[in-house]
């Protein structure tokens, strides 16, 4: 039986066992991926410290412009989301969900991005990221699952210390996708954190979708990869 508990700084984290903050684990994080330059781009929380500052505190760099999706592919789309985060003059990170398959009964699926190769997907990001590759947080989904959209917000803007987020059109988030990228807007007005919202992108080109074009997907991918398509492949992900 999963019990809803409050976890640290009033968020509620779904859990089989009451979410905890570990002493010094925001210090002493967990492994983490690194570039050959040894910057971290790639964490993986888990219940106990998911909610850590993304900058932490005192730190010079801008603050966090945060893309919100699955980032599976890791495609032209989701480089786009990375682009507009940066676009803001904030540090870019992606913020994504373990777990979500188990916990809504998908079927499993292999990742179509190792976990290994993260981080020079990311690093290969820089160019279209102003100079700065996009950092990725990776938290649990049963952590956000049942919050609400305004605790959602909450979470990002009070916890994380995100300054500005970027999400996809058509976005839902909260519990049964309660919320949409209006109401997105109106909840991070309320807390003074800036919205952009990206059009998707075309798998035709490198512009937004307009129209009847088919959209850059994870499932796009996944059906050209089936069908030993390597150049559709290529020209979704925007790289070999």
Known sequence: MRRVVRGPAGVRCAT???ARRLAGAHDHPHPRIPTPGGTLLLEERDESDWDAPLAPSGASAPP???A???FDAMHRGHRALASAAASTGGTPWLLSFSGMAAALGWPPRSPLVAPDDRGRVLG???AACRGTAPRQRVIPFGCVREME???FVRALADSLGAAHVVVGAGY???HRAAGDEHMLKELCAERGVGVTVVPLVAAGGDGAGDGPA???SSSAVRGSLA???VASVEGLLGRR
């Open 172 to 174: 839902r988030f909260g």
């Open 16 to 18: 089989g066992a009451p």
């Open 227 to 229: 069908e030993g398509l």
């Open 124 to 126: 290969s990001w820089a």
């Open 214 to 216: 088919t959209p850059v």
């Open 149 to 151: 959209p305004g605790e």
């Open 68 to 70: 919100l999706g699955k």
């Open 64 to 66: 966090a412009a945060v």
